[in-house]
């Protein structure tokens, strides 16, 4: 694997290892010296044309812990607009000699041209309505940490699917691992050709909540009302929130996950957050792991049996 | 002027087809035994001698736009396409919207190795408001008049141009799109779109300017023309509005006979073109429509693009890709036959442009020396690298095609000989 584009390019078995080589990472995050020398020598560009502070520097943990060297690049999309090419941009980082380059873009498939320009790997982090792959691959993690095996288990998510690339590629990954996987939304928040997508589709949380082993709520941007595809807000909320009424009809054994940042009183009651079964840190905490585990398979000496010795070496420098 | 005789091809024209041996002389037709035995012998053993091809839309990037095409580049790619006339589009800088610009045009075009009718606007810059001088366009030869991108948005102002243009005989041609129902759109919108996570435009988007406007046509009994229609169900809404007798006619770009959008998956924006590549259903019809005659006309659509504009996120590359070298070559490689094809792609456009109708303009005795030979077997690559236009842009860039241009001749001149321009 050299590049990690989109969950629909990995196999079952690719997701599954990922999963699997996780705890590992994790594991170094406990040390007092928090820090492994796997990718040292090694750089990672951060080229980020959109703000996201969470993403950003969870890749740059990462990518520190494993002693990559970062290159944070911030690209204003409005250079973009002025007509710059996107060619251009990435061969000047690139020149500067970098291994591999996570990007961040508001258009989507943006990763895939620059693989066609680039000798490094690249790490989609979110492209776009398109895929945000290690956001499903942190979902599938943090899921399994609650809920064992997801074969069989019913994840109910909630919200704009049609504008969220989080949505198709936690659909994708979740259904890869045997998930059945329900979205709720007002049919103008759900994609089109949504009958091609392997999931239910429903416009009733409160049907669907009602056998849900777990709760994905995603983002509602209020730009929405302005496109005529939901009322207002307050409907919004009333039909599709996460009200205290809803959270409390959920058993509490019954996760409830959001990609962030949330907005309190939109899709998810103010008080909802503070939930003991509201798993938003555990997904921010296993995030750093599973871009540790990622830029390891993409950047390490290409072999996972190379993992133990890696980890082994750098416990014994603890 | 030199005399030629083309030996041993199979003729193909609206009359029949069959094996025979045409002369030129003086830049017209004649019989092959009224040559001079100095003339120049074309050996045309296995191909077909066709009426010249002709492009009822290409975009030649001159004037204003010479960075993506000029005439010079863009007539070699037609007569290497064997078009051995386009029309030209005029979103150009300045745009065709007064009858000087369409002579300025016109003496441009003396670059060009093939024919240049030129299109003129429906309104003034295109800008969708003021009607254009219809009239002073028809005075100069003006024979289309369009004013590209979504077409006209405000049905008031398209039923006027339509009454307005009635007595000029000017055909008014409209692209078919319904710009609130497409915002922002990409890509067709379906299951590819779906996927991708790019925004989509709906079929419905062009089918209902589609249904407006053959209201319209019919309301004002003026003649229409649809440019690069792209969905099954346009094809069968016109389908259905010639059978009862109103004066339209269609044409299809084409890459639409051969891409869909899941040729997009990897985000080739060379594939962004406008209409979107609808879905592989569409393809199908409209290769349907073709091979049946009721869609009157393929075009290449030509629209060439320098590397910078397409070389950014898919959301902000420019539509369009180059056309005029491959159009032939993808009709036939979709097993079209080759005498729907030359409907579609000699004799129909010919007669919409005022160029004679098919069974007038015929490889016969008198007729204007317009000449494409074509060797329908000939397989190619398609390389922007190696082709003539100066666009980089091409839809097909690595695609193996079927059927190439072995010679075209303008008005008695040999321009394309074996494959390539004649010095």
């Known amino acids: ?229 939901v009322p207002d807000l307050r409907e919004y909320t009333t039909r599709y929130g996460l009200t205290a009424a809803r959270a409390a009809a959920l058993e509490p054994k019954v996760p409830i996950l959001h990609p962030g940042p949330m907005n309190r009183g939109v899709e998810i009651a103010a008080d909802v957050p503070d939930l003991d079964q509201v798993v938003v840190v555990d997904q921010v905490r296993n995030g750093v792991a599973v871009r540790m585990a990622v830029l390891f398979l993409l950047l390490g000496s290409g072999s996972e049996q190379a993992m133990p010795d890696e980890v082994a070496t750098a416990g014994a420098t603890r | 002027m030199s005399a030629l005789l083309i030996r ?189 996570g790019l925004a989509g435009a709906p079929a419905e988007a062009e089918e209902i300017m589609v249904m407006r406007d053959i209201s319209l046509a019919r309301l004002t009994g003026a003649r229409l023309h649809f440019q690069t229609l792209s969905t099954a169900g346009s094809f069968a809404i016109v389908s259905a509005a010639q059978r009862s007798g109103v004066r339209v006619s269609a044409e299809v770009a084409s890459h639409h006979l051969a891409l869909s959008d899941a040729d997009l998956a990897a985000y080739d924006t060379c594939r962004k073109v406008e209409p979107p590549l609808r879905d592989s259903s569409d393809t199908v019809a409209a290769c349907e429509g073709v091979a049946s005659g009721l869609i009157d006309c393929v075009v290449s659509d030509h629209t060439p693009q320098t590397t910078d504009r397409k070389e950014r996120p898919f959301d902000h590359a420019e539509p369009g890709s180059v056309g005029l070298e491959t159009a032939l070559a993808v009709a036939l490689t979709r097993e079209i036959d080759i005498t729907h094809v030359l409907r579609a792609m000699s004799w129909r456009p010919a007669e919409l442009l005022g160029l004679g109708s098919p069974t007038q303009r015929t490889i016969s005795p008198g007729a204007q020396a317009d000449i494409t030979i074509i060797d329908p077997h000939e397989r190619f690559s398609v390389s922007t690298r190696t082709q003539a236009t100066a666009g980089t842009n091409s839809a097909f860039e690595g695609a193996e095609l079927r059927g190439r241009v072995r010679s075209t001749i303008v008005a008695g001149r040999v321009v394309v000989q074996d494959g390539q321009v004649t010095p």
Request: glycine share 8%.
């Open chain 1, 1 to 229: 694997m050299k590049h990690l584009l989109s969950i629909d390019e990995l196999t079952a078995d690719d997701l599954r290892d990922v999963l699997r080589i996780t705890p590992s990472f994790a594991e170094v995050a406990q040390r007092r010296i928090s820090k492994v020398p796997a990718l040292r020598g090694q750089t990672v560009a951060l080229l980020f044309y959109e703000d996201s502070t969470r993403t950003r520097l969870s890749f740059e943990i990462a990518a520190k812990r494993l002693s990559a060297d970062t290159l944070n690049v911030s690209v204003k999309t409005s250079s973009v607009n002025k007509g710059e090419s996107l060619r251009d941009t990435a061969e000047t980082i690139e020149a500067m000699g970098i291994d591999a380059v996570v990007v961040r873009h508001r258009s989507s498939g943006v990763p895939w041209q620059l693989t066609k320009w680039l000798d490094a790997s690249v790490i989609n982090a979110g492209d776009g309505w398109h895929q945000h792959p290690t956001q499903a691959l942190l979902d599938c993690f943090t899921l399994q940490q609650q809920l064992g095996d997801l074969s069989g288990s019913h994840i109910v998510m909630v919200g704009d699917i049609k504008h969220s690339r989080v949505a198709r590629s936690d659909v994708q990954a979740l259904t890869m691992l045997g998930a059945e996987v329900t979205l709720v939304a007002p049919p103008t928040l759900l994609p089109p050709a949504i009958a091609s997508w392997p999931v239910r589709a429903s416009h009733d949380l409160d049907a669907s909540l009602r056998d849900a082993d777990a709760v994905y709520l995603l983002r509602m941007q209020s730009e929405r009302q302005h496109e005529a595809l």
């Open chain 2, 8 to 196: 041993g091809g199979t003729v193909v024209d609206a009359n029949g087809t069959g094996v025979r041996d045409v002369g030129v002389a003086d830049g017209v037709i004649v019989a092959p035994d009224a040559v001079p035995g100095s003339a120049t012998v074309i050996d045309a053993a296995d191909c077909v001698v066709s009426t010249g091809l002709v492009d009822l839309h290409a975009h030649m990037g001159e004037p204003g736009d010479e960075a993506a095409e000029t005439m010079l580049t863009g007539g070699r790619a037609a007569v290497l396409g064997g078009f051995t006339t386009v029309l030209a589009m005029p979103d150009t800088w300045p745009r065709v919207d007064t009858a000087a610009v369409v002579e300025h045009v016109r003496m441009l075009a003396k670059a060009a190795l093939c024919h240049v009718e030129v299109a003129g606007c429906i309104t003034v810059d295109s800008a969708g408001t003021h009607l254009a001088p219809l009239g002073e366009l028809a005075d100069v030869g003006v024979q289309f008049v369009t004013d590209c991108g979504a077409g006209i948005q405000n049905p008031l102002l398209m039923r006027r141009v339509l009454e307005y243009a009635k007595p000029f005989g000017i055909t008014v041609a409209q692209p078919a799109n319904c710009l609130e129902l497409s915002v922002g759109a990409q890509m067709n919108e379906g299951e590819w779109s779906s996927r991708l």
